[in-house]
Every structure is written in C-alpha cells, then in structure tokens.
C-alpha cells in the first residue's frame, strides 16, 4: 500500500492519492471489491456509527453542526489497467464501499487498485479520533482500507468498538503538511523534506495492520528507548521525573517481551486517548485529590495495560468483531500476572485500605485485582452477561467495554490453575510465537492448549466461554466420623466445570484439591487430619456466582456457619458473614413530613442478591411521627435461552402523611415478570408484567383539613406494559386493569417521542379509561379519572403536596391519566376518558403543546376540552415547566392569578435521576 496524503488545516481536509496492492490466495475469482471508508462513519446521522450513538444516548454527534461530522469524497478509483471503475456505498453500510471490476481477480493472481479520495476530518469530541479545538489531528482509521477475504468477504461498519478488520500491509506513506506542524508516528521515519511553507515526511511500514498519525503543533509525546523496543507515550505523568519514568517503561517492555516474545516492530506508540478507549475502571478514576494509588504506580498500570493492548493489537492478527475474547483475556491475565509479580499487596482501594473506619469493611480486605471478578459479576448477578463468543457489536456496552474482557481474563486464570504447572502460559508463548503477524483464530489457540494439557478442558471453551452458564457450588450434608469427613458436593447449575475442595485448619490452608465432572451431586469422604472446615474456591479464583454457601465448619457456632457482622454503609459482599448494613438517612419525601430522619436496615451489597430486604425507620420532622418503610423481594433470574429474564417477588410497606396530621398505611404484594429479546441483549425494548395487591389504610387526626371517604380499600392491579427507548426514540404503552370492591377499570396509556433529524422534538401521548363497574360515592372523585391531577389512590406518585388544592405544591404536575396542564371541568370522569397530548419544539428546549379530550361522566353528555400552551423541557420527564396559553378557559395568559396556573414536572429521586447515567452501560 502507498499512500499520498496532503493535510489541508483550514478545511481539515486530508487529500489522498493511494494504491492498494493485493494478492488473491483463494481458489475462486473476485469479481468485486470491499473497501472500508470509516471516516465515512461520521457523514450523516443515519450511518450505523450515528445509530449506536442513539443506542447508548450520545447525544453528542445528534446535536453536532456539520462541519464536525467528517465524510469522505471520492473523486475516482481505477483498477489494474488504469481504467475507471464504479463503485457504491452499501445501503445500510454507508462506510463500506463495493468496487465492481472490469475483469475478475483470477486465483493466484495479484491485483492494484488506485484512490483518489479527499477525507474531511471530523471532530475528536465524538470517539477521541479526529481534529480537536486546538487543531491537534488523532488520526486511526483515516485512510480506506482493502477488506479482509478469507473465502468470504469480512466486512464491518465502524461502531465506536475500535474493531476494523485488515490484513497486515506493507505500507509506504508520505505525508504533507504545513511547517508548524510536528508529525507523530510508530511507523518507521525515513525523512523529512522542506517544501516551501510545507513539509513532507516519509514512513514506512512492514507487516502493519495500523497506521495511527498524530499532527500536532505542539508535541506532548516523549519516546522512551529500552533493549526491547521504543515506547512512545503521552500518557499523563504527573509527579513522576525522567529517569523514574525510564525505568518503569523498560521493566514494562522487558515483561512483555519475556511473557509474549519480541515485538516485531521498533516502536510502539501509547496514547491517552488509546488508555481513555479502554481505561482501568474502578477508583483511579477519581479526581487527583482523592485518588488512592501513588502517582507512580498509577502511571505504571496505565502504561503496562495501553501498551500491552497496542502489542497485541498490532501482532495478533484475529478478526476483531467475532474472535476477540483471546486478546481481551491475554491483557487482563497478564495485567493480574503483572500486579501479582511487583505489587502483591497492593489492595483494591489502595491506601484507603489503611484509613481508621474504612479498613473494617471487607472492600480493604480484597487485592487489587479481585477487582476483575467484582465487574464480572456485576454482569452476572443482574442477568445480563453474554457469552464471550458473542459478536462483539451485539454485546452490551458494559460487557463490551468492561465485564467481557474480565470474564476472560479471569477465565484464562481459572483455567491455569486448574491445569497447574505453567501449561496454559506456555501454550500462550507457543501460540503467539507461532501465529505472530499471522492471520489467525483463537481455535488454533484451543488446540495448542489441548495438545499440553492431560486434562479435559472441553468445559472452558464450550461451557465457560461460549455459554451463559454460571459456575455455583455448595457444600451440604456434612459428617463428621472420628477420623474421616464425609460431605457432598452440589454443583447448582449445568455443566461440568471442575471445583477447587480446601481442607483448611484455623483460616489456614492444609491441602487443595479439584473435583471434577460434578453431575448434580458428588459425595465424598476425606481423612479429617485435624482440620476444622472445608471450602470450595477459598482462594477466590473461580469467577463464582455464590459464595456464601462455599464452606462447612465442622464446628458451627449458634448463628451456623456465618457469624453476624454489622456494618455502617454498604460494602462488599463478605461470603463468611451475615451481614447487616446500617446506612443513616436524610429524605424529604413531601411537605408534611418535611424532613425525615433515620435508619436503614438492609441487606444490600455492591453485588445483587437474590433475596434483598430494607427497612428504615424514620422520624418526620414536621409531622412529628414515626414514619418509613420497608420491603422484601426475591428476584428469580431465568437464566434459560427465552424472552423472559427475570421474575421478582416482593412485599413492600409504608407509612407517611398525605395530609396535615393525615397518614396512609400502604402494604402491597407483588410479582413482575420482566423480558427481553433474548437474541439481541442490546436492544431498548423492554416487556413487563405486573400483578400487585394494594392494601391502603387512612388516618385522620383531629388536626386534619382533609375529608377522607374512603379510609380503607383494596385494589388487584394487573399490568402489561412495553417500551423501547434511545436518544431518538421513546415509545411506551401499557395496558391497565384494577379491581376493587365498588369499582373495576381499565386503561390504555401510549407515549411517543421523536428527536427528529433537524433536532427538533415532537411527543404524543394518548390516554383511554373506562370504568367497567363503578358502584363507588356518586359525590366522590377519589376514584374517577382525572383531566390535570391524579388523586392517585394507589399512593405511587412523588406529590410533594399531594392534598394541596392551592399554593405552589398544587400546581405540580404528574404526566398520568388526562395529562392536561390548564386546570378544567369538568376535572373527573366517573365513566370513561379520552385524551391526547402534543408537543413540539420551537427552539431548543422550549416547545409548543396542545392537549385534546373527552370526558364522559354518568348522566351527563360527553364534553370536549382543550388547552396549549408553552413548554420548557429543561430535563426531559425529570424537570419541566408549562405555561399554559389558551384553552377552554380562553386566553389564560391574560387572567388574573396567571402564575398559579403554571405547572411544573420535579422529580428528586435520586435512584431515578441515577438511571440516566446507568442506561448507556446497561
């Protein structure tokens, strides 16, 4: 391949005069193309790149004006004999390009295609690659390049994963560009030529599958020689000197060369922006000021793990997209085999380990790198890991970026410990020597294993790796006789996943053995050699679903095998205690409790458990009551290949004013069924069933100023409810049935919302209720549909002043049932209702709405109504404010009292404010 690129910085346009030469080693012609153009990714918001932003609600390249968004123009490609040739872009692959050839590549035969193409540069504040507001150019990705043919045509469209797939090339780039500008490259240098104002620079390259280029005015990266190979870096080094840093780049570059081999290249080149792609997760993303690692141990981790990536990005030739469990996993077990060898007592929370308070948590009993199998397991707990055979494009973003590479990191750890004596090390020297700047497969990986190990390890590759089955062992039926020990051991789950058995004397290890091929149940009896417990996985290195029943004392104490431990705050699973957290609370929940003071009592760690339970007490400062809650729920994962993931069974109960000196005792019942696509974990849709029991009970004091009809009812709410979401869509609809003593209805409830392409907004909401019997007080709204504000008898919405029919707290508004924002009347309807509300927007977040309905009350006609008015959607669903315009009370923006008509949308939860940070992971 030889390039000719010309940088233009006032257009950000790269002029490109490039020829591909290739040959065909397939015993059949080609008679067409593939050419990857992801620059191209960034042309318009219909490109899958652009669609995988909306997935995750990058709302970034959206809203981004187009001059930022890079493209790419062909001005012609002609083939072997200088002829032009047509070509295409792929309808859903606008980044792809089809060149159809006069005459067919015959086998055997080589073939040379010439570009001539103009690539204008997006900006970096979409995937870090680009032209920053300094006018710095990152450039990967930049040029076009031959797709991969391996009997079929490997073609992929960029999707921010960094996953282009190319043959290794022989590369000759010159490169033209202004006099103040300073070039960056791992390539190899020749020379650089004055030309003019200009400058022109010649690299070469041998057996490349990158070409990443830096143009910069003012250069940050340092190159670091070693006896191994050339480092350069502009990772921050803040605190560290020059010989300090020297020395940590060669002890980085001699370990991998030690465990990996010779890298086949003279430098290597280490970004922030590559570390910032794929950082290390976890506290050393803190600010400066609260980081817990020494400066120099937090540049060494970023530089080991960086350059460990690049080493094997550029040497170990697999695709990318469906085969790169192997490199992720090689990085994050030679990073723990790292830490492992210069820092072995370094803990996960660093020096905060050794802080009074905080080391009495079992977060500062754990190493640094149970930190793999901690995320991991975060995945596994909530039912949402894939298997490590999953096309990377299609995994969640949180297993694509972080629990996927763990899982096989840890994997490969569980395995060389489970095989013993170096073999699976050795295998990976054996399988990277052999394959190096070869394309390759990680099934070639698998038979070297298997060609040095004499044990079956069939189950890592076609259980652990390949599947979602979790590895759950316990250890039940204990016996003990005077001089044996006889117990068995459950393997929970299906599979044939070996277990690690320890006989342990005072938390001290006595001996280690693996039990393998554990079909449901395996008894066994051991010499009980004075020891005093037994586990299974005691050293951890099994990436285990549960490990609260992995061990039998032979001397359990009155509380079993797991004494009690109470802790303040929630903390890290400890499986050999049970444990209580403490956690004290200040709430304001609504102004006549006002603020609410207390305890919280739960079992909750940072790892989901299947059985959770919370309660919390809590002292109402303005009511002066007792008030709070609490609840139980079991959350069933369904682990099985089927839309339906997850059911949960609970109860939950409380007690809070709805009134002055007006309390409600609430205690409800419930299960949710909840589904997915089973084929497709990254999809925004979302199935749900809920069937609940509300039991509600009212107290009026002698102070209240409040009527209460109804003090006690039950309700039986069954609802079916389905959503997708994304940054440009939101569709939501459910279906509602409740059944009382005095009353049945039902309702429909649809939501849509479009970003459209010129970043204006349009919402719809249609609302449907009737009453299939109501048999409730004639005089009565509590139960009727409401046109502006819900009574909400069931007590789910936040109302901060739910009885307030004047003031501030009044007027604000709970999207539910009519929807209306102008207050009408009729506002009931006691027999059915129909409404529609609209909005659109005018400029940025301020919009237009219109809201239309019918409400029928027994014994009257139908009435229409209606209203609009001006919308400001300051935080979509979370904070918002309507001033209402005009409607069937006429202009209302020029009646008295105008600023108690305007109504707002609040929303203080905390947990649900969390949800817009936590849904581009999950």
């Known amino acids: 391949m030889t390039i ?81 040739l047509t070509f295409k872009r792929l309808d859903n692959q606008q980044d792809v390009v089809r060149v159809f050839l006069k005459q067919p590549v015959l086998p055997k035969s080589s073939y040379t295609l010439t570009l001539s193409y103009d690539v204008i540069v997006p900006s970096d504040k979409f995937t870090s690659n680009g032209v920053t507001e300094d006018n710095v150019y990152n450039l990967k990705y930049w040029y076009m390049t031959l797709a991969v043919f391996d009997g079929n045509w490997q073609y992929y469209s960029n999707k921010n994963i960094d996953d282009l797939y190319v043959e290794k090339n022989d590369i000759t780039l010159k490169l033209t560009y202004p006099l103040n500008y300073t070039l960056v490259s791992d390539l190899d240098r020749a020379n650089t030529e004055p030309l003019g104002s200009k400058q022109q620079t010649f690299f070469t390259g041998k057996d490349r599958v990158s070409s990443e280029i830096i143009f910069t005015r003012l250069s940050t990266y340092e190159f670091v020689q070693t006896d191994d190979f050339t480092i350069i870096s502009n990772l921050p080094d803040k605190g560290i000197d020059g010989a300090e840093k020297a020395i940590i780049t060669d002890k980085i570059t001699r370990f991998i060369t030690e465990h990996l081999g010779q890298y086949p290249h003279k430098s290597l080149l280490v970004s922030e922006i590559e570390y910032k792609k794929d950082p290390l997760y976890g506290l050393n993303q803190l600010p400066d000021f609260l980081r817990p690692f020494p400066d120099n141990f937090q540049y060494e981790i970023k530089l080991f793990k960086t350059a460990l990536k690049r080493y094997l990005d550029n040497t170990l030739l697999v695709n990318p997209r469906t085969d790169y469990w192997l490199r992720d996993g090689l990085i994050i077990y030679y990073l723990m085999k790292y830490i492992e060898t210069f820092y072995p007592n370094t803990k996960l929370i660093g020096t905060l380990a050794n802080i009074w308070g905080i080391r009495s948590f079992h977060a500062a009993d754990l190493k640094y790198n149970d930190q793999f199998n901690l995320y991991y397991m975060q995945m596994a707990r909530t039912n949402r890991d894939q298997p490590l055979t999953t096309s990377k494009d299609s995994l969640i973003k949180f297993n694509a970026s972080i629990a996927g590479k763990y899982k096989a990191g840890v994997g490969l750890r569980y395995l060389d410990n489970f095989i013993n004596n170096g073999v699976v090390e050795k295998s990976i020297q054996q399988f990277l020597k052999d394959n190096q700047l070869k394309s390759t497969k990680t099934k070639a990986f698998e038979t070297i294993l298997k060609q040095n190990s004499e044990k079956n390890i069939d189950w890592f590759f076609n259980e652990y ?62 010499p009980k050699d004075n020891l005093d417990k037994l586990a299974l996985n005691f050293d951890g290195t099994i990436p285990e679903f549960n490990l609260r029943d992995n061990y039998k004392s032979l001397k359990p104490s009155i509380f079993g095998n797991k004494p009690l431990q109470l802790r303040l705050v929630k903390d890290i699973e400890d499986p050999y205690y049970n444990q209580i957290f403490l956690m004290p609370i200040v709430q304001f929940k609504n102004i006549y409790d006002g603020l609410t003071l207390g305890t919280k009592f739960y079992n909750k760690t940072l790892l989901r458990k299947r059985l959770n339970y919370r309660f919390s007490p809590q002292y109402a400062t303005n009511s002066r009551a007792l008030t709070g809650g609490g609840s139980v729920f079991y959350i069933q994962n369904i682990e099985k290949n089927q839309d339906l993931f997850s059911i949960t069974y609970g109860v939950g109960g409380s007690y809070s004013s709805f009134a002055e000196d007006a309390f409600v005792t609430k205690i409800t019942p419930s299960i949710r069924l909840s589904f997915r696509d089973k084929d497709n974990f990254r999809s925004n849709k979302r199935y749900s069933i809920l069937a609940r029991f509300s039991s509600i009970k009212q107290e009026i004091g002698d102070d209240a100023i409040v009527d209460v009809v109804e003090p ?66 004639p005089t009565s709204n509590y139960f009727s549909f409401a046109l502006d504000r819900p009574t909400d008898y069931l007590f789910d919405y936040n109302y901060l002043g739910r009885s307030e029919a004047s003031g501030i707290f009044s007027q604000q508004l709970i999207l539910a049932e009519g929807g209306f924002k102008s207050k009408l009347q009729p506002a009931f309807a006691n027999q059915w209702m129909t409404t529609s509300n609209v909005s659109i927007s005018i400029w940025r977040y301020i919009q237009a709405y219109g809201d239309l309905g019918l409400v029928k009350n027994k014994d009257f006609n139908a009435e229409f109504v209606y209203g609009s008015g001006i919308r400001l959607n300051l935080v979509q669903d979370y904070f918002e404010i309507y001033f209402p315009v005009y409607s069937n009370l006429g202009w209302e923006i020029a009646q008295d009292n105008y600023d108690q008509k305007i109504r707002f949308i609040f929303t203080a939860d905390l947990d649900t404010l969390f949800g817009l940070f936590r849904r581009k992971w999950y």
């Open 465 to 526: 790796i390949a599947s979602r089955v979790k590895l759950d062992f316990r250890i039940k039926d204990i016996e003990t006789q005077e001089d044996s020990v006889t117990f068995t051991i459950k393997n929970k789950r299906q599979n044939s996943m070996p277990v690690s058995l320890f006989k342990l004397k005072n938390d001290t290890i006595v001996s280690k053995e693996w039990i393998e091929n554990i079909t449901g149940e395996k008894t066994l009896t051991l």
């Open 712 to 777: 006690d009812y039950n309700v039986f709410n069954l609802r079916f409810s389905q959503s997708y979401i994304d940054l440009l869509k939101f569709e939501n609809s459910r279906f509602d049935l409740q059944f009382a003593k005095d009353f049945g209805k039902a309702s429909f409830n649809y939501r849509y919302r479009k970003l459209l392409n010129s970043n204006q907004q349009f919402s719809f909401r249609f609302f449907a209720g009737l009453f299939i019997y109501n048999n409730t007080d």
């Open 4 to 84: 000719d690129a010309e940088l233009d910085p006032y257009t950000k346009t790269i002029h490109i005069e490039q020829t591909i030469t290739f040959y065909n080693n397939y015993e059949q012609p080609l008679f067409s193309l593939y050419l990857n153009d992801w620059n191209h990714s960034y042309s318009s918001k219909s490109t899958p790149l652009a669609k995988r932003f909306a997935e995750e609600f990058n709302n970034k390249f959206h809203f981004a004006k187009k001059k930022d968004r890079g493209y790419t123009m062909i001005s012609a490609i002609k083939g072997d004999k200088n002829q032009d």
